[in-house]
């Protein structure tokens, strides 16, 4: 079945940088609009970054020149690289697949945990 697996969260300083990798199986990536999500300590899950299958990049005004989304659909993953950290950051990051038919075919992984500290 799909399934979409998270990695690359950790502990790190303010000002610091981590790469969050999604792999996918059994979705293919070109007929899914990508996204990252994530949720705060005690708050609701926000929509952090969307790479649609149209190749349309968007980012919340927050994250706007620090975070990059990227994809590689050959390879079936999702990327996100963020840089300058901050603690406000700190969330559980979720992976999130839609497809653009489908609408049952909304697919998440599991979260990877990152922590700011200051």
């Known amino acids: 079945q799909a399934q979409l697996v998270e990695s690359g969260g950790g502990l790190v300083q303010a000002g610091g940088s981590l790469r969050l990798s999604c792999a996918g199986s059994?979705?293919?990536?070109?007929?899914?609009?990508m996204a990252w999500y994530r949720q705060p300590p005690g708050k609701e899950r926000e929509l952090v970054a969307a790479?649609?299958?149209?190749?349309?990049?968007t980012y919340i005004d927050s994250v706007k020149g620090r975070f990059i989304i990227s994809k590689d659909n050959y390879k079936d993953a999702l990327y996100l690289q963020m840089n300058n950290l901050q603690p406000d950051d700190t969330a559980v990051y979720y992976c999130?697949?839609?497809?653009?038919?489908?609408?049952?075919?909304?697919?998440w992984g599991q979260g990877t945990q990152v922590t700011v500290s200051s």
């Open positions: 999130n697949a839609k497809h653009f038919q489908v609408a049952t075919m909304d697919y």
């Open positions: 059994g979705i293919i990536f070109s007929a899914f609009d």
């Open positions: 790479f649609t299958r149209a190749g349309v990049i």
